[in-house]
């Protein structure tokens, strides 16, 4: 069975674990193990350690452990995905894993920039700039270009999909069509006779 990292800002929210539990249900529906990191179940008794330190080992333990992982790239707490998810993004790229992404805003980045703070056109340059005079990326991307092209590079772009905002978080919508991706990618040989498995 198919281990996968499952990353996100829903570890944040006061229904952590039952948001996990459902998501390694609906892994399980498709054949992979799901690795859910929950924070809140880390420890630092007895170790006399820091607890920080203790969920940062123990997440990078399980995505060294993982096969490929499933990152939930909501924008969260500003226009941007976590900043967290995002570095587990580049550790799963870096250690040469297939990963899969999703957003539950379908807008584009320069679109969410625009609404968090002013943005002026610059007619002579013909870029966008923020309130800093900054560049704005405006390629129509779901998200900075680093972490759009890593997961087009690895051919899945993210996944976008328009969540009603009460459910920015734990809207499934985008994380089911990811294990599609992935059981298409990943459960049977290209040109299979046999499609990917479906949840009965």
Do not use: H, Y
């Given at each position: 069975m198919l281990k996968v990292y499952l990353a996100g800002p829903e570890v944040f929210l006061p229904d952590a674990i039952?948001?996990?539990?459902q998501k390694k249900r609906l892994c399980a529906d498709y054949g992979f193990q799901g690795l859910f990191p929950f924070d809140?179940?880390?420890?630092?008794?007895?170790?006399?350690?820091?607890?920080?330190?203790?969920?940062y080992r123990a997440n990078t333990a399980m995505m060294h452990d993982a096969d490929f992982g499933i990152l939930n790239l909501t924008p969260f707490r500003g226009p941007s995905a976590d900043v967290g998810t995002v570095f587990e993004l580049g550790m799963l790229v870096g250690l040469g894993k297939l990963a899969f992404g999703y957003t539950n805003d379908d807008s584009?980045?320069?679109?969410?920039?625009?609404?968090?703070?002013?943005?002026?056109?610059?007619?002579?340059?013909?870029?966008?700039?923020?309130?800093?005079?900054?560049?704005?990326?405006?390629?129509?991307?779901?998200?900075?270009?680093?972490?759009d092209a890593a997961l087009t590079e690895q051919g899945a772009p993210i996944v976008r999909h328009r969540a009603a905002p009460e459910e920015a978080f734990c809207d499934v919508t985008g994380f089911?069509?990811?294990?599609?991706?992935?059981?298409?990618?990943?459960?049977?040989?290209?040109?299979?006779?046999?499609g990917p498995r479906r949840p009965g």
């Open positions: 039952a948001i996990g539990k809140n179940e880390v420890s630092p008794e007895g170790s006399g350690q820091r607890i920080d330190l203790l969920i584009d980045l320069l679109t969410r920039v625009k609404r968090a703070q002013a943005a002026e056109f610059d007619a002579a340059a013909k870029v966008w700039r923020d309130a800093a005079g900054m560049t704005i990326e405006n390629f129509g991307n779901s998200d900075n270009l680093m972490i089911r069509a990811c294990l599609e991706l992935a059981a298409e990618r990943l459960q049977w040989p290209a040109g299979s006779p046999v």
